[in-house]
């Protein structure tokens, strides 16, 4: 049974950073698209950023130039760093990636969220 566990939450004041890391572990034959998404208290879960499989990424408009995503396929794990942290970056962030797991279909797959809150 494959899993991802996110790291590198915590509390940090407005315009500092934080690096969240997620690890993809088990039985994985290929990983496609990985992302971050983040909930807020009574918002929707909203998507922050994608990496596909051939390194092309997607932002969305309220983090751009200040978060980054990356990930390295050797260690099957995705990052974002978060610059230029606002009070309003505050949420639970949850990695997603698509993993083939049996060679016949590939499945969406979430950890289990790590908070990051932001003081103003």
């Known amino acids: 049974q494959a899993q991802l566990v996110e790291s590198g939450g915590g509390l940090v004041q407005a315009v500092g950073s934080l690096r969240l890391s997620c690890a993809a572990s088990g039985i994985i034959f290929s990983i496609g698209a990985m992302g971050w998404y983040r909930q807020a208290p009574g918002k929707q879960r909203e998507l922050v950023a994608t990496i596909h499989s051939g390194g092309s990424t997607d932002y969305a408009d309220s983090v751009k130039g200040r978060f980054t995503i990356s990930r390295d396929n050797a260690k099957n794990t995705v990052y974002l760093q978060m610059n230029s942290l606002k009070p309003e970056d505050k949420a639970v962030y949850y990695c997603?990636?698509?993993?083939?797991?049996?060679?016949?279909?590939?499945?969406?797959?979430w950890g289990q969220g790590t908070q990051v809150t932001v003081s103003s």
């Open positions: 997603k990636a698509n993993l083939l797991l049996n060679l016949r279909s590939w499945s969406e797959n």
